[in-house]
């Protein structure tokens, strides 16, 4: 990536906003931001509009938001402490939770995901499905088997409504 001098200030800009990320997303696309009306709900005129390739680095960088340290030891780090405030405010109270939490029953639940396809992984056995015996920091893991045959799409959904 080549950028000039004049780029370099609103580079770092888009650098640091993502946090330390070392495997940053790359979107293209557009983004607009329209003005809403909070009282009706009703959207009003256009306020800012920006293309990908109008950004210092030809692209939209987000966050990986990934959780394993292994992958993206910033990301990682921003997860943990995330659900540490998450789980301290579900049991005392605070973050805009009431107090009054604290005297509830509590209840350690956790849901997982249905299938939406193989992945590579490291079962107790040591092969993976694949073949292969993957080592613990591999990048495969957790990818599909066949992106061909993944359901993206229900795995997008599940975890955008989860
Ligand atoms: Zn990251
Ligand atoms: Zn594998």
């Known amino acids: 990536m080549l950028a ?3 780029t370099m200030p ?10 330390g990320c070392t495997n940053p997303i790359r ?11 909070t009282a009706t709900g009703e959207i009003g005129p256009l306020v800012h509009h920006i293309t990908s390739d109008q950004l210092p680095a030809g692209h ?3 966050r990986c938001n990934n959780r ?14 995330d659900t540490y405030q998450l789980i301290t405010a579900g049991l005392r109270g605070g973050k805009g939770t009431p107090e009054q939490v604290a005297t509830h029953p509590r209840v350690f639940a956790t849901f997982t ?4 396809g193989p992945v590579h992984n490291r079962p107790d056995s040591g092969r993976c ?11 495969e893991l957790g990818t599909p088997l066949d992106p061909d045959s993944y359901d993206y799409e229900a795995a997008v959904l599940w975890n955008a409504h989860a």
């Open 113 to 116: 995901a249905p299938s939406f």
């Open 4 to 6: 000039s001098l004049g």
């Open 129 to 139: 499905r694949c073949g292969a015996v993957h080592p613990a920091d591999a990048p």
């Open 27 to 37: 979107l293209d696309g557009h983004r607009s931001e329209y003005a809403l009306d």
């Open 60 to 62: 939209l960088l987000v």
């Open 68 to 81: 394993r340290t292994t992958r993206c030891p910033a990301c990682a780090e921003v997860y943990r402490r």
């Open 10 to 19: 609103a580079l770092l800009r888009q650098l640091s906003g993502l946090g």
